[in-house]
């Protein structure tokens, strides 16, 4: 499985959604184009990237594995987690390093949570 074919399967469940919203959505003519995305037998061409980019809200870099941000509101200089957070990977293992990149992003995700619950729960008041 490519890391496009895993993103875009992570992303759709992520939303709840299913492969014919999408295809809807994307307004392509049959299931099996999309289906075919997800099950990495197929490749979409760069104007379904970018659509694809719009509809789950991400950069194209994102969905084709080349970043680990998925968030468009970071400049490119900062755009990979292990910079942002001035990490020192040097005698770390290739794994080693994607998995400390996907704890930040797991990290990530989680403090960003938090403050918009924070930030919802202060409008309540």
Do not use: C
Request: glycine share 4%.
């Amino acid at each position: 499985m490519s890391k496009l074919s895993e993103r875009l399967t992570h992303l759709r469940e992520s939303k709840g959604w299913s492969k014919t919203l999408v295809v809807k959505k994307l307004g392509l003519k049959n299931l099996g184009t999309y289906a075919n995305y997800e099950y990495g037998t197929r490749e979409p061409d760069m104007d379904t990237i970018v659509k694809l980019a719009q509809l789950y809200d991400v950069t194209t870099d994102y969905l084709l594995g080349k970043s680990n941000n998925k968030n468009t509101m970071f400049p490119p200089e900062s755009d990979d987690i292990l910079t942002m957070y001035k990490i020192d990977t040097r005698g770390l293992t290739e794994d080693e390093i994607s998995d400390m990149r996907e704890e930040l992003e797991e990290y990530n995700d989680f403090m960003t949570k938090r403050l918009q619950e924070k930030i919802a729960k202060k409008k309540r008041k």
